[in-house]
Each structure stands twice: as structure tokens, then as C-alpha cells.
Nanobody, 120 residues
């Protein structure tokens, strides 16, 4: 069983930066794919970025390419999402998810989410 805890959300202004963290307990992230999703009010949850732990390969949705960076810290068993040049449309609850499959269609483990609010 994997438990995921997100942190780092907050209220910022457009153009600012935030770094979200996703810490895992119960099992190491080795051989897992870890992803960030976000859900804005009244909208569905959408994929933001993912990282394949073993290979370090990363994927991003087009709207965040060049602004967001997903990375991992092996020693801390933690995945980060560095968000730069934030825009009001980035406002959402951000969720961390993990799965053992390399390219998951669905993710098995989810965190509770952290709120990111970007004011204009």
C-alpha cells in the first residue's frame, strides 16, 4: 500500500512560482510512475505531468510545457512539481497519483490534493 501526501500549494499572483511536493510512504517509488493531475472548480480532473521513476522520463500536457518541471528525489521518496510563470488558469486542486504500470490508463494511488490559487 502506498500513501501519498501533497504539500506546497497556496495563493500566489500571476507570474509567481510554487513548488508542490508529493511524499510517499508505505513503499518506495521504485518502478512506479508518478503523476500530477489538477481539477478546477466545476471541471474534470486533467493530467498535468508524469515521471517514470526508474528511467526518469517525463511527460507534460501542452499547456504547462516550458513552465512546469516534474522531478524526483530518490533519498526522500518524493516527487516535485516546480511551477513557474503561473497563470490564473492554473488555479486548481493539484493531486499526486502513482501506479506500478509504465503508462497507466488509470492510477491506483492518490493523494488528498493541495489547492493552488493564482490571482491576476
Amino acid at each position: 500500500q502506498v500513501q501519498l501526501v501533497e504539500s506546497g500549494g497556496g495563493l500566489v499572483q500571476a507570474g509567481d512560482s510554487l513548488r508542490l511536493s508529493c511524499a510517499a510512504s508505505g513503499r518506495t517509488f521504485n518502478s512506479y510512475t508518478v503523476a500530477w493531475f489538477r481539477q478546477a472548480p466545476g471541471k474534470e480532473r486533467y493530467f498535468v505531468a508524469s515521471i517514470r521513476w526508474s528511467a526518469g522520463s517525463t511527460y507534460y500536457t501542452d499547456s504547462v510545457k516550458g513552465r512546469f518541471t516534474i522531478s524526483r528525489d530518490n533519498a526522500k521518496n518524493t516527487v516535485y512539481l516546480q511551477m513557474n510563470s503561473l497563470k490564473p488558469e492554473d488555479t486548481a486542486v493539484y493531486y499526486c497519483a502513482a501506479d506500478v504500470r509504465a503508462i497507466p490508463r488509470t492510477y491506483t494511488y492518490w493523494g488528498q490534493g493541495t489547492q493552488v490559487t493564482v490571482s491576476s
